[in-house]
C-alpha cells in the first residue's frame, strides 16, 4: 500500500494530457511533475488519493535523451508553462500524441491519421497579450503568475513567451502602487483596489494597450500612472481602466473607460487589418495564427461559388480570411462588442461579402436554415466545451459539402467528432498546430467531409 512520504524508485511509461509522468506502483497510478516517459526515477509520495498518488522527484536513475533545461527561473513553481523540461520537438510529438489519443479514446477514431504537430522556428517571446494577476507579498504588491491550481502569485519578473513591452508595463504599475501605496486586491476579503494588468501587443503594427483591471474606478494618483505609461512604454496607444467589483475567477468586468489614446489598437495577419478591444478574443500567437487560419481555408478548399457559414466567429478572423475565396460568409458570435468588431473590420478591409449576426451560434444556425439559407462549408471555432449537440444536429441537417472544425480542446474535439462521425462525415485530416508552445495545449484544425 502506497503512503505518504514513501519513495520507491519508478518507471515512467507515459504521459498524461497535462504533461505530467505516469508510472504504476503496486497496482496503483502515480503521477509525477517535471518526468518524461522512458525514464526512470526515484519519486517521493506527497498526496495519495483513492485511485492514484502523486509524487516529485528526488533522484533521476535514467534520463531521456528529450530531456531539457528548463530557460524559466520560477518555471517549476508557476503554472503558465508545463512542459519546458523536454525538448521542443519532443513537446510537438507530445502534442501529436494528446491528439490522435483522444481521438481514439473518446471519439473511437482510432484509423485516423494525426498529422505532425506544425511548430515554431523560434517558440519564445510569442504571445501578444498578458494578464498578470496581482496581489500583495511580504514586501508590497506583487505579480506574476498563479502557482498550478491555485491563487498562490508566482512573482515573474521576465517571461521568456510574453512580448517584452507586457514585462515592462507589469513592472511599471507595480512600481505606481508601491510608490503611491495603492493596494492589491484581496479575493479573500473582497478589498483594495488592482486586480490584474492585461496588456495587449500588435505584433505588426507596433501598437500597445495596457487594461489596468481594478475592483472600483476610484485610483488614487492615476493620472500619474497614464505619465508613467505614456513615458516609458513605447507604441502606446490605448490605456484602459476596467472594472470588475465582482467576486470570482472572472478576469476582466464589464465596463471599460479608456484613459488615454484610442478604445481600441490594431494589428494585422497577413494583409487583413483587425481592431482589437480590451474584450475582444484575438488569438494570442500572430505567427501560429496565420498558419491555423491558413490551413483552415486549405481544407475549406473554396472556389469562389460557397457560402460558408463561420460559427463561433469572433471578431471575424476566420471569417474575412474566407470570403477572399468564398461567394458569401455568414459569421456567427454572441458577444454584441465582437460582432460590431467584426463588421467594422470587413469595412476596414474592404470586404463586401461577409456579414455578422449576433447570438448564439445554434439559434442562428437554425434560423438561417429555416429560412433557407444553406452553408456549403461550415467553419466552427468553438470555446473549450466544443459545441452544443444541437448545433451539431442542425450543422448535420444543413449537410454541408465539408465541415472544417478549429478546436483548442482535443476531448471535446474527439467528443464531436464522434457526433459528426455518426452523422454522414468523414475525417480527412487531422492537423495539430502548437499555439502555445511550452504549454500542455495545442490547437488542432480538421477537415471532414460528407460521406459519399
Known amino acids: 500500500m502506497i503512503a505518504k ?4 524508485e519508478l518507471e515512467i511509461t507515459g504521459q498524461t494530457h497535462d504533461g505530467l509522468g505516469v508510472g504504476r506502483k503496486d497496482g496503483m497510478a502515480v503521477f509525477v511533475q517535471g518526468a518524461i516517459a522512458g525514464e526512470k526515477v526515484k519519486a517521493k509520495v506527497i498526496k495519495v488519493l483513492k485511485n492514484y498518488a502523486i ?10 535523451p528529450n530531456r531539457a533545461e528548463p530557460f524559466c527561473p520560477v518555471y517549476r513553481r508557476c503554472g503558465g508553462c508545463s512542459l519546458q523540461h523536454m525538448n521542443y520537438e519532443r513537446t510537438l510529438r507530445f502534442k501529436r500524441q494528446v491528439v490522435a489519443d483522444n481521438l481514439e479514446r473518446i471519439g473511437g477514431l482510432a484509423d485516423i491519421e494525426v498529422m505532425p504537430t506544425i511548430g515554431m522556428e523560434t517558440p519564445k517571446r ?10 500583495m507579498g511580504d514586501k508590497g504588491p506583487v505579480a506574476g503568475f498563479f502557482a498550478p491550481r491555485s491563487h498562490e502569485i508566482i512573482e515573474s519578473g521576465e517571461c521568456g513567451i510574453q512580448h517584452p513591452v507586457s514585462d515592462l508595463a507589469k513592472d511599471i504599475v507595480l512600481e505606481f502602487m508601491r510608490t503611491n501605496n495603492v493596494p492589491a486586491y484581496n479575493e479573500t476579503k473582497h478589498s483594495g483596489l488592482i486586480r490584474h494588468v492585461v496588456s495587449k501587443v500588435g505584433f505588426s503594427t507596433g501598437e500597445v494597450m495596457v487594461v ?38 472572472v478576469i476582466m468586468g464589464s465596463e471599460s473607460i479608456t484613459l488615454y489614446g484610442t478604445d481600441t489598437i490594431e ?25 491555423l487560419y491558413g490551413k483552415a481555408v486549405e481544407y475549406a478548399d473554396l472556389t469562389g461559388e460557397e457560402t460558408v457559414f463561420d460559427l463561433y466567429c469572433g471578431i471575424g478572423t476566420i471569417a474575412l480570411f474566407a470570403a477572399r475565396k468564398a461567394k458569401r460568409v455568414i ?12 463588421r467594422r473590420n470587413a469595412e476596414k478591409n474592404g470586404i463586401n461579402n461577409a456579414e455578422f449576426f449576433c447570438g448564439n451560434a445554434q439559434d442562428v444556425a437554425s434560423e438561417l436554415y429555416s429560412q433557407g439559407t444553406i452553408a456549403d462549408v461550415v467553419i466552427v471555432d468553438p470555446p473549450r466545451k466544443g ?45 495539430p498546430v502548437d499555439m502555445f508552445p511550452w504549454t500542455a495545449h495545442v490547437e488542432t484544425v480538421v477537415m471532414m467531409s460528407r460521406a459519399k
Open 5 to 8: 512520504n514513501q519513495v520507491f
Open 55 to 64: 509524487a516529485r522527484i528526488e533522484e533521476f536513475i535514467e534520463t531521456s
Open 126 to 135: 510569442y504571445r501578444n497579450k498578458a494578464q498578470y494577476p496581482v496581489g
Open 212 to 249: 489596468i483591471v481594478s475592483a472600483r474606478p476610484d485610483i488614487p494618483k492615476k493620472d500619474r500612472l497614464v505619465s508613467l505609461l505614456k513615458e516609458r512604454i513605447p507604441g502606446l496607444k490605448s490605456i484602459i481602466l476596467n472594472i470588475n467589483d465582482k467576486t470570482g475567477n
Open 267 to 291: 494589428d494585422r495577419l497577413g494583409d487583413l487589418v483587425f481592431e482589437i478591444s480590451p474584450l475582444s478574443f484575438y488569438q494570442v500567437n500572430p505567427e501560429q495564427t496565420l498558419v
Open 331 to 342: 459569421g456567427v458570435e454572441s458577444v454584441p462588442e465582437a460582432v460590431e468588431a467584426a
Open 387 to 431: 459545441c452544443d449537440e444541437a448545433l451539431l444536429e442542425t450543422i448535420a441537417d444543413m449537410a454541408p459539402e465539408r465541415i472544417v472544425y478549429v478546436s483548442c480542446n482535443p476531448s471535446t474535439l474527439a467528443r464531436d467528432l464522434k457526433f459528426l462521425s455518426g452523422s454522414g462525415y468523414d475525417v480527412k485530416e487531422v492537423q
